[in-house]
């Protein structure tokens, strides 16, 4: 079995209100189903978040670290950044 991440750090494309959609509740709990599978720094995903009255905004994700395990789960704390730093 594949151990949860304790950290893992993400660059979105987007600008601070998409970062915002990115930190919500609905979303983290998007990550850990939909990323169950290993991740790895460099791993790019693209990905959506809600514009409002049923807009959807495109964004990609980035790999930037993962540390102490190899997933995305529950206990997982995620960090993002904008991926032009």
């Given at each position: 079995m594949t151990a949860d991440a304790d950290r893992v750090r993400l660059a979105h494309t987007g600008d601070e209100a998409v970062a915002e959609k990115l930190r919500t509740a609905a979303f983290v709990q998007y990550l850990c189903r939909s990323k169950a599978a290993p991740v790895a720094v460099g791993?790019?995903?693209?990905?959506?978040?809600?514009?409002?009255?049923?807009?959807?905004?495109?964004?990609?994700?980035?790999?930037?670290?993962?540390?102490?395990?190899?997933?995305?789960g529950q206990e997982t704390t995620i960090e993002y950044e904008q991926a032009n730093r």
């Open positions: 791993d790019k995903w693209s990905e959506v978040t809600s514009d409002g009255c049923g807009r959807t905004k495109p964004v990609i994700l980035i790999v930037r670290a993962v540390e102490r395990g190899q997933r995305i």
